[in-house]
């Protein structure tokens, strides 16, 4: 009784000096004032054509050796074919850009054919900083919605044009320090800042100008502004020689009152693929299998009945002694089946391909 005892006492003092973690790839990253902040290319996806594409395989910009560097992919990002390919796009914490050069280069006629294609395709381009998901914003009938990436390009009267700008607003939150920041020095950032959101606006410029001129226009907003009001870059595939295309963006920072273990919630609030759940094709299969187990068991209470009722009749005794419907079932139970052995491998092998399916979607569903 008295190890029993000290086994308690020794359980309750343990809890005081309990302490708690994150689990790898969730817990918060906080960033100083000019921290680089990585933007990820997950993948090409379309509510059309359900086949994802690489990031890389549309001649967006080439990648750097830093691109190289991947995200451990968790199983359900892999099944949906995110990549989390580092890109070039040059992000500091709190560091306000106008008219950046992505990249430049020129653009063979296949793989003009191949942007037409996507864009016929309805393909997004996703991207992601801090695990945030970069959202577009539109409104339908006064109400907002989001959309996960921005589209490639649109069409106007047969005729293409690329989205060959971005414009970055990255909702950060000034980071809150507890009690227990405070207390370890090593980890004190009194000007930290924590990504909470990430909205972009694609826009197609033709900015007919060089590239030494684009850089010039970095340095004053306005004059931006102004030659982001050229005529849009359309496609040609004719041009046995190519396009030469030209991709820029910009970044802006808002402070925001969100924090980060809320960040998800606008997200979810905004997307009705998201916030509205299907309840017809939820209670369609439940009510399609009550109405079976309701057939069926009538069924079986129905003969299972009249069977008990022979029984009880004494002055049919002969019924009672043929035995007839489910009792007849002892005699195939204990009746060996051919390739006995072929049957048992066939069962097993498929029980534990079952239970693997189960828990690799499983995990997928968890993230």
């Avoid at 030209?246 to 960040?263: C, G, M, N, P």
Wanted: charged share 20%.
């Amino acid at each position: 009784m008295s190890s029993l005892m000290l086994v308690w006492v020794v359980l309750f003092l343990g809890c005081g000096i309990v302490r708690g973690f994150y689990i790898p790839g969730f817990a918060p990253n906080r960033y100083e004032e000019g921290a680089k902040l990585d933007v990820y290319a997950d993948k090409l996806y379309s509510s059309e054509n359900k086949v994802p594409y690489d990031y890389f395989s549309l001649p967006f910009c080439q990648k750097s050796p830093q691109s190289l560097r991947q995200q451990h992919l968790s199983i359900g990002e892999m099944m949906l074919g995110d990549r989390d390919e580092l890109t070039s796009y040059d992000i500091r914490m709190q560091v306000n850009v106008s008219c950046s050069i992505y990249c430049d280069q020129q653009v063979v006629s296949s793989e003009l054919q191949t942007l037409r294609s996507m864009i016929d395709d309805d393909y997004f381009v996703q991207l992601n900083i801090d695990d945030m998901p970069a959202v577009t914003k539109f409104s339908a009938d006064g109400t907002e919605f989001i959309h996960f990436g921005y589209p490639i390009g649109y069409t106007q009267a047969d005729r293409y044009f690329l989205n060959n700008h971005l414009e970055f607003k990255i909702l950060i939150h000034k980071l809150e320090l507890s009690l227990e920041d405070i207390s370890d020095a090593s980890d004190n950032c009194e000007n930290c800042f924590r990504v909470v959101g990430i909205e972009v606006t694609p826009s197609s410029v033709n900015w007919d100008v060089d590239i030494s001129e684009i850089r010039e226009l970095s340095k004053d907003k306005s004059e931006c502004d102004k030659k982001k009001n050229n005529k849009p870059v359309e496609l040609f595939v004719k041009d046995p020689e190519g396009q030469y295309l030209v991709f820029t963006y910009e970044v802006t920072f808002e402070q925001s009152d969100l924090k980060w273990a809320t960040r998800w919630d606008p997200l979810m609030n905004s997307d009705p693929a998201l916030s509205n759940v299907p309840w017809l094709y939820v209670i369609n299969p439940v009510a399609v299998m009550l109405f079976c187990a309701i057939g069926v068991g009538g069924i079986l209470l129905r003969t299972i009945y009249l069977d008990f009722a022979r029984y009880n009749n004494l002055e049919e005794a002969t019924d009672v002694e043929e035995e007839s419907g489910w009792k007849q079932l002892h005699g195939d139970v204990f009746r060996p089946a051919p390739f006995s052995g072929a049957l048992a491998v066939a069962c097993g092998a498929g029980a534990q391909l079952a239970v693997i399916i189960f828990v690799t979607l499983l995990f997928a569903q968890l993230g």
